[in-house]
């Protein structure tokens, strides 16, 4: 599957075929950087609860959007008794390209403050009125020696360890100290938001998710120079303790 990682075209029709076979509607979500992008919501996702996945907002982390399709591909007809939103791409032109911006060189994962790029705006539109139990971001790390998460610190229980568990047997904890240039614990980026610190940054769609539409926001990282089956199975190991532990 690694040859066609990048391949948008391709990741599409798996998704349509995802759609036909689930009977979960492939929705158009906008049209930008010359690419359709698109989005799924189950009919079992109400305006309280559920979860809200996304991947591929970064071009260069294939692994992401292969791990979500790939996840979706195994569920067959349970998928629409999921309750989801399921964003399987925010990022195509990027993708293709293997490039982390977008067209115009913006980082769409520091831009949700943002009113003026269409992708941003269209997620917005699509999430207004909901509020997830928990959101969960793909993303892989090139620097990454093993899967890492950020957890917004929130309400406890915590749900960040038992996340890192469930991928263990495909890949092992990043053991770095200092990730990002922040000290992580065990894998872990777990704090309280600081309002002005993302003022200046920008907003991760994270930490507008945890300030509007979600009790719990997590942003896995896999490391991306290892194997894309191990970074796509660890993935899918993260999203399915999520589902679990919301639905379950
Ligand atoms: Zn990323």
């Not at 009977?23 to 309280?48: I, Q, S």
């Not at 309750?83 to 520091?110: E, F, S, Y």
């Not at 993303?139 to 038992?162: F, K, N, S």
Request: glycine fraction near 8%; hydrophobic fraction near 40%; charged fraction near 25%.
């Amino acid at each position: 599957m690694s040859h066609r990682a990048h391949d948008y075209r391709h990741l599409i029709e798996r998704w349509r075929t995802v759609a036909r076979k689930s009977g979960v509607p492939l929705r158009r979500l906008v049209r930008a950087d010359g690419y359709e992008h698109f989005y799924l919501r189950t009919p079992a996702l109400t305006e309280t609860g559920g979860i809200y996945f996304s991947a591929g907002i970064h071009g260069d982390e294939a692994g992401s959007t292969e791990a979500l399709i790939t996840w979706a591909e195994r569920q067959g007809r349970k998928l629409r008794h999921l309750p989801l939103l399921l964003l399987p791409c925010l990022n195509p032109w990027g993708l293709v390209l293997n490039i982390r911006l977008n067209k115009q060189g913006a980082d769409l994962n520091r831009s949700f403050h943002r009113t003026d790029l269409p992708v941003i705006e269209a997620v917005k539109r699509i999430v207004a009125g909901h509020q997830f139990a928990a959101s969960l971001m793909l993303h892989e790390d090139y620097d990454g020696q093993g899967i890492y998460l950020y957890e917004v610190q929130h309400i406890p229980p915590y749900w960040g360890e038992a996340l890192l568990k469930a991928a263990r047997a495909h890949l092992p904890t990043d053991p770095r100290i200092w990730i990002d240039g922040r000290k992580a614990a065990r894998g872990i980026h777990r704090r309280r938001i600081d309002k002005k610190r993302f003022e200046q940054i920008g907003y991760p769609e994270a930490v507008w998710l945890h300030f509007e539409h979600s009790a719990r926001s997590f942003t896995v990282e896999t490391p991306s120079e290892f194997a894309l089956d191990r970074r796509v199975a660890a993935h899918m190991a993260v999203i399915e303790e999520v589902v679990r532990r919301v639905t379950g």
